[in-house]
């Protein structure tokens, strides 16, 4: 009779709290280089703030800040920010991800465009943000319900590849020929009697639906996801974006709300489906003898599992070496000379990026892994193009692996070593030499093949 493992679900202590994080009117939310005007004209759909806090039999805390936020143009906002927020709730670097989704319809939180228009906003809301993160983790920590958290794979069709050769030239647009990773995981929350209490919810799709047209403030398609799964099933989704370097929507950068919201359903709609028929907590349908009839049969049933205790939580650094960039006095001089609205946006861009790197040769990335019995969560900062979570996910097939970029910090894209020396968007724009994204996935196998040794 076939085994089944001990680990497929994680005893644990946890809770989410829910708040609105929608920004002031008036504050600079210019995220596109084409785009004509610099202040929102309204909401489409609030921004939230999604916290789950999660404790472990021994008493070991984890916190995971999940927000409705494009990218950190300056690092040093993104590290003030999780310092305080470290610090205030007394935890270790280790217990802490603050996470993206990725939204291109959202604030500005550098503070270097304190001088653009709508840009006295910016430092005030990070306040806000650093205040409202604080008050949810305390909040959270103080009221966990014991529980269970166990985790199902489904699929969605909303991610498409985005790398398309248009007669030569490289566009970022939906490419009919290539297929996409479409793999949706989803996590399920559970109280001590089986009711759903949450979800986590790992997919990888930029939310590029509303683009330079739009003047609207929102999370994109991450928006109609939440209110849908709320509709249905009355709990809140954390939203944790995968490696979707390369991915995104077929039907995108567009102004139509509508357009958005479908996206967005999709997506819910998925995750519904992927929780349709699933065992009950604390079961696993799982193979249980052989039957002899017209045809030999396999026959399964749900079988009891005993939960695993195991959380644990590592933070470690990859290095990897940068291109050879251009001085920050030769960015700023064509940064000032420059007359192009379009080009001068990306030129800030960049200006922001080399300071961030200073006179350092190697980028030394943090990435940090939590591991709740057999599945395993996987946070770092940059744009990881979809390979990544691939390649990971097929090392470990019997394991479930949650991917998920800009986690504390952002820097730039990785993509594979095989577009180097192609006219893409991803590959000029990112400050990384050929071949980190290789060493990244490299050292993450082999730090879960570490843990799952010594589980």
Known sequence: MATVSPNSVTSLKFQIIEADITP?????????????????????????????VTQSDDGTLGAIIAADLGWWKNNDDERNLRTAIIKACGLKEEQLLFCLSHTHAGPSICSNDKDQNGGEHIIPYLEFLKKTAIESINKAKGNLVDGFLSWEHGCCDLATKRDLNFGGEYLIGYDPSANADQTLLVGRLSNTDGELKAIICNYACHPTTFAHENTLIS??????????????????????????????????????????????RKLGYAILATLENTSPVGK?????????????????????????QVFRQIKFEVSIPYKQLDSIEKIEQEFNACEDR????????????????GNQTHAVLPVW???????????????????????????????????????????????????????????????FEKGGLELLIAEIIAKIEQLTTTS
């Open 369 to 431: 892994i939590w591991q709740f019995g057999d599945a395993f969560v996987v946070a770092q900062a940059n744009e990881v193009y979809a390979i990544g979570q691939e390649l990971i996910r097929a090392h470990f097939k019997d394991r479930s692996i949650a991917f998920i970029n800009i986690a504390n910090g952002y820097l730039g894209y990785l993509p594979p070593q095989d577009l180097y020396g192609k006219d893409i968007y991803a590959v000029w724009q990112t400050p």
């Open 284 to 308: 696993k349908w799982t193979f249980d003898h052989a039957l002899q009839s017209g045809a030999p049969l396999a026959i399964y049933a749900e079988k009891e599992i005993v939960p695993s």
């Open 342 to 357: 379009v080009m001068k946006d990306r030129l800030w861009r960049k200006l922001n990026t080399r300071k961030s790197i």
């Open 219 to 264: 999370p994109d398609y991450v928006g109609a996801m939440r209110e849908l799964i709320a509709e249905k099933l009355n709990v809140p989704t954390v939203f944790l974006q995968g490696a979707s370097g390369d991915l995104a929507p077929q039907k995108q950068y567009v102004k139509e709300p509508e357009v958005v919201d479908a996206n967005g």
């Open 24 to 52: 002031p009117k008036g504050i600079y939310s210019r995220n596109w280089g084409a785009a004509k005007f610099d202040v929102a004209s309204g909401v489409h759909k609030p921004l939230f703030l999604s916290c789950l």
